[in-house]
């Protein structure tokens, strides 16, 4: 399959331990963040979203934490499965800049059977 | 399910020569996007479409022009092909409301040489 990227910072887990993939972000006054996957070979996958007002909220197996005091974004999978393994994209819009993401440059993981 | 086509999955060109990447979405959307994707720098958005014949410059328009003729189609045109243009060429579209949920195309790998 098509390699994102060579030099990602990469996260390896156990197969059903939780991972978390961290993710800083730029601008204080975003408003909406974003969790993107993408598989070998594929374009990119949406997961999750979350808005500014909000500090967490979950998913299927997902959970988003939002921390604007420090401008820290995480994605937390629980039971972590072989078809976790990706590269994880966070997004961030700035406000005044409609339909524009910005994107993160992406943290690969990789799950250990 | 929604699906987002592009015309090639891998494309050679030589310098100079003018490319056309040709993308299609069968849901209607009003929102269509091009990327980049490079190692290491994520995805760049080089324009955006949100109504036919409408168009916006995304972060890294210079080289690029676009065209929507029709809804559900999305082009992206590199009038003279250069090295530095060799990338990944991600499309996405989306519904207005909940433009941030972003569906992706599987990539076109344009080569210049």
């Known amino acids: 399959g098509e390699s994102v990227g060579l030099h990602l910072p990469t996260l390896s887990v156990q197969e059903g331990d939780n991972s978390i993939i961290n993710c800083a972000y730029s601008?204080?006054?975003?408003?909406?963040f974003i969790w993107y996957k993408q598989e070998s070979g594929k374009g990119p996958q949406f997961i999750i979203d979350?808005?500014?007002?909000?500090d967490k909220r979950q998913g299927q197996r997902v959970t988003v934490l939002l921390n604007k005091t420090v401008k820290h974004l995480s994605l937390q999978i629980a039971a972590t499965q072989p078809g976790d393994s990706a590269v994880y994209f966070c997004a961030e819009n700035w406000m005044d800049s409609s339909y524009k993401l910005i994107f993160g440059s992406g943290t690969r993981l990789l799950v250990r059977p | 399910d929604v699906k987002v086509t592009q015309s090639s999955r891998y494309l050679v060109k030589r310098t100079g020569e003018k490319v056309f990447l040709e993308c299609v979405q069968d849901m209607d959307h009003e929102n269509m996007f091009w990327y980049r994707q490079d190692p290491g720098l994520g995805l760049r958005l080089i324009y955006f479409s949100y109504d036919v014949k409408m168009k916006e410059k995304g972060d890294i328009p210079e080289g690029y022009s676009v065209s929507r003729e029709k809804k559900e189609r999305f082009s992206l045109i590199l009038e003279s092909a250069s090295t530095n243009q060799t990338s990944m060429y991600l499309c996405?579209?989306?519904?207005?409301?909940?433009?941030?949920?972003?569906?992706f195309g599987p990539g076109t790998r344009l080569t210049v040489t």
């Open positions: 996405a579209s989306s519904w207005q409301g909940e433009w941030y949920e972003q569906y």
């Open positions: 601008n204080s006054a975003s408003d909406y």
């Open positions: 979350i808005r500014s007002n909000m």
